[in-house]
């Protein structure tokens, strides 16, 4: 008898915890540690933080993330146009650089079609007419 009410015991502490899901602050505590990950290998601790739920209902929560975070790189700059830069970001310069290069060299081996030369525009005629004239042809014009 108090073995099988040990096993239930377990079974429900096991379906009690084990099945939970993650609290507002461990929620939070996670969402703290991905914004400041790095991908270059810093030494980010959030140890020290504190988490306190502010506000929640059932599908809301607010957490208070407070304290202090220790923060260690080593940080690899080099001298690129006259001013230091992240190491990444000068290889990513000179990598679109060299293919904007690649580009230009490509285009200028492809020659151009030439260009079709201009209509000559019509010469204005030698003599305009004047009004008068105009008028005197078109009555000439309708008397015929």
Request: aromatic share 6%; glycine share 4%; proline share 6%.
């Amino acid at each position: 008898m108090k073995k099988m009410l040990c096993g239930v015991m377990v079974m429900v502490a096991i379906m009690l915890f084990g099945c939970s899901k993650p609290s507002p602050e461990e929620a939070a505590e996670e969402y703290v540690k991905k914004q400041f990950a790095s991908d270059f290998g810093a030494k980010l601790h959030t140890s020290n933080l504190a988490y306190k739920i502010v506000k929640e209902d059932e599908h809301n929560a607010t957490v208070n993330v407070s304290g202090n975070i220790f923060y260690e790189e080593d940080i690899q700059l080099v001298m690129d146009g006259g001013k230091w830069v992240l190491r990444s970001e000068a290889a990513q310069r000179e990598a679109v650089a060299a293919e904007a290069e690649a580009e230009a060299e490509t285009a200028a081996a492809v020659e151009p079609e030439p260009k079709p030369e201009p209509k000559p525009e019509p010469e204005p005629e030698a003599e305009a007419k004047t009004k008068t004239e105009a008028e005197a042809e078109t009555a000439a014009a309708v008397g015929q």
